[in-house]
Nanobody
Framework: QVQLVESGGGLVQAGGSLRLSCAASGSRFSINAMGWYRQAPGKERELVAVITSGGTTNSADSVKGRFTISRDSAKNTVYLQMNNLKAEETGVYYC?????????????WGKGTLVTVSS
């Protein structure tokens, strides 16, 4: 099993910034990718950004130029720097990790951290 612990959510005004962190822990696991999804009230969960073990990133078009995903492989931690936040980006942000303990790989999810952007 892989456990994910998120931090960094909170209340911010529109145009402000927040930095989310997510640390993965467990025993003898290998991470393929980590990232962030979000779920706004009444909407489906959607991809925000993901980074692979090789450093390749992918992000939603709506956040490009404002959000930056990065990782610290030594700490099994992924970060999401969110700038110029918009009110419609309010929601629960979930950390995601695709990892393997042997074969095959599995998807793991954090409990989520609430981001509230006030207009």
């Amino acid at each position: 099993q892989v456990q994910l612990v998120e931090s960094g959510g909170g209340l911010v005004q529109a145009g402000g910034s927040l930095r989310l962190s997510c640390a993965a822990s467990g025993s003898r696991f290998s991470i393929n990718a980590m990232g962030w999804y979000r779920q706004a009230p009444g909407k489906e969960r959607e991809l925000v950004a993901v980074i692979t073990s090789g450093g390749t990133t992918n992000s939603a078009d709506s956040v490009k130029g404002r959000f930056t995903i990065s990782r610290d492989s030594a700490k099994n931690t992924v970060y999401l720097q969110m700038n110029n936040l918009k009110a419609e980006e309010t929601g629960v942000y979930y950390c995601y990790c695709n990892a393997k303990i042997g074969v095959p790989s599995f998807n793991y999810w954090g409990k989520g951290t609430l981001v509230t952007v006030s207009s």
